[in-house]
């Protein structure tokens, strides 16, 4: 048995439970703001959205799957993610708050599951990155899906464009408009593997939006 190996096997032993990952892929989920301030209101939520609403689709996180609860990880701190503030700020912003607490309740929630394979920054920096590679306004406007005031679009031909792209399976989400009786879409993700390089098919495509129409609220 060679001292290489010995080693190897000791420091894998001294490594925390926590720091070991156990997901099986990532799911990057990109919302609608207008979906999502939306269902803030229609939902009665104490807090609505402040500012101007973006109308491009915004980073909401990268979330290791199957959906666990959080080990105890590092902390972030600002400066662990000054090198990429200034495009978290238009890509990833709070439409809620501050935008640090944004991200620093994203990472304590989601990003210390990966973070032996992922550290801070670039767990931040491979969020970018796949948010760079899949434009979905650019995407379901290729296949002639734009947002409408009043206009439906069928649940299925959303999914089938954002496939169109990644040739997998996204997850929609919808909440349910009572006033106009639709579902209305706020959020697409999109899944990727656990080294967060390839694409692979998302589970339930439709989500809670169901079999019928959805509104792509302008």
């Given at each position: 048995?060679s001292?290489?190996?010995?080693?190897?096997?000791?420091?894998?032993?001294?490594?925390?439970?926590?720091?070991?990952?156990?997901?099986?892929?990532?799911?990057?989920?990109q919302?609608?703001?207008k979906?999502y301030?939306?269902?803030?209101?229609a939902?009665?939520?104490?807090?609505?959205?402040?500012?101007?609403?973006?109308?491009?689709?915004?980073i909401?996180?990268?979330?290791?799957?199957?959906?666990?609860?959080?080990?105890?990880?590092?902390?972030?701190?600002?400066?662990?993610?000054?090198?990429v503030?200034?495009?978290?700020?238009?890509?990833?912003?709070?439409?809620?708050?501050?935008?640090?607490?944004f991200?620093?309740?994203?990472w304590?929630?989601?990003?210390?599951?990966?973070?032996?394979q992922?550290?801070?920054?670039?767990?931040?920096?491979t969020?970018?990155?796949?948010?760079?590679?899949?434009?979905l306004?650019d995407?379901?406007?290729k296949?002639?899906?734009?947002?409408?005031?009043k206009?439906?679009?069928?649940?299925?031909?959303?999914?089938?464009a954002v496939?169109?792209?990644?040739?997998?399976?996204?997850?929609?989400?919808?909440y349910?408009?009572?006033?106009?009786?639709?579902?209305?879409?706020?959020?697409?993700?999109?899944?990727?593997t656990?080294?967060a390089?390839?694409?692979?098919?998302?589970?339930?495509?439709?989500?809670?939006?169901?079999?019928?129409?959805?509104?792509?609220p302008?």
């Amino acid at each position: 048995m060679s001292l290489v190996y010995v080693l190897s096997l000791f420091l894998l032993l001294e490594v925390p439970k926590s720091c070991i990952a156990n997901y099986d892929y990532f799911s990057f989920p990109q919302t609608w703001p207008k979906g999502y301030c939306d269902k803030q209101i229609a939902e009665n939520k104490s807090i609505h959205c402040l500012g101007k609403i973006p109308k491009k689709f915004i980073i909401h996180g990268l979330w290791p799957q199957p959906s666990q609860q959080a080990p105890n990880g590092s902390q972030l701190a600002e400066e662990d993610i000054k090198a990429v503030e200034k495009e978290l700020k238009l890509d990833w912003p709070n439409l809620i708050g501050r935008n640090f607490m944004f991200w620093k309740s994203e990472w304590k929630a989601h990003g210390v599951i990966s973070e032996a394979q992922f550290p801070k920054l670039e767990y931040f920096k491979t969020a970018l990155r796949i948010y760079k590679e899949n434009n979905l306004l650019d995407i379901l406007n290729k296949e002639k899906i734009v947002p409408k005031a009043k206009e439906v679009y069928s649940v299925s031909s959303v999914v089938a464009a954002v496939q169109k792209h990644t040739d997998h399976y996204p997850q929609l989400a919808c909440y349910k408009d009572s006033k106009k009786n639709v579902s209305v879409l706020y959020e697409i993700r999109i899944c990727l593997t656990s080294n967060a390089n390839s694409y692979r098919n998302c589970p339930n495509p439709h989500g809670a939006c169901g079999d019928g129409d959805l509104l792509f609220p302008k």
